[in-house]
């Protein structure tokens, strides 16, 4: 049986919770999983911009990464070289806006940008790795995403 909270006569609430500790630490790891794929649909500002984190973004700045590192090691470019010119596009924004920058303005860009993933990531592994922790129902249930 859930959690239930039940209303005494003389106005007490008390709680019943028959859940096991593993039912309580999947629920909210549930709960963790589900903020943690809210933040990462809102984007990740950086450098005045909110850029996309689906699997593809961050795949299509890790290819752009190895492009700019390969033309400055070949001399194709150098950090001051337009982005737009090394890539035949310029960077999108979550919004659809399109961003033109240096070689090396995109790489200091996608730099930040993984770390802001990496972030996001560490938070939610320190909240995965405090409800398999918690010894109670009440522990699990009080590990919270904005902690």
């Given at each position: 049986?859930?959690?239930?909270?039940?209303?005494?006569?003389?106005?007490?609430?008390?709680?019943?919770?028959?859940?096991?500790?593993?039912?309580?630490?999947?629920?909210?790891?549930?709960?963790?999983?589900?903020?943690?794929?809210?933040?990462?649909?809102d984007?990740?500002?950086v450098?005045?911009?909110?850029?996309g984190?689906?699997?593809?973004?961050?795949?299509?700045?890790?290819?752009?990464?190895?492009?700019?590192?390969s033309?400055?090691?070949?001399?194709?470019?150098?950090?001051?070289?337009?982005?737009?010119?090394?890539?035949?596009?310029?960077?999108?924004?979550?919004?659809?806006?399109?961003h033109?920058?240096?070689?090396g303005?995109?790489?200091?860009?996608?730099?930040?940008?993984?770390?802001?993933?990496?972030?996001?990531?560490?938070?939610?592994?320190?909240?995965?790795?405090?409800?398999?922790?918690?010894?109670?129902?009440?522990?699990?249930?009080?590990?919270?995403?904005?902690?």
């Amino acid at each position: 049986m859930p959690k239930e909270t039940i209303k005494l006569l003389d106005g007490t609430e008390i709680v019943r919770d028959d859940r096991t500790l593993a039912e309580a630490q999947a629920q909210a790891r549930e709960r963790i999983a589900i903020y943690y794929a809210d933040d990462l649909a809102d984007g990740v500002e950086v450098g005045g911009l909110t850029l996309g984190t689906t699997a593809e973004d961050q795949q299509q700045f890790g290819h752009g990464m190895t492009l700019a590192n390969s033309a400055l090691q070949l001399q194709l470019c150098t950090l001051q070289t337009p982005a737009s010119q090394l890539f035949g596009r310029t960077v999108s924004d979550i919004n659809g806006g399109q961003h033109d920058m240096t070689v090396g303005e995109y790489m200091a860009m996608a730099i930040a940008y993984a770390q802001a993933i990496g972030a996001l990531q560490a938070k939610r592994n320190t909240k995965l790795a405090a409800i398999d922790a918690t010894q109670t129902n009440e522990a699990a249930d009080a590990v919270e995403w904005s902690d």
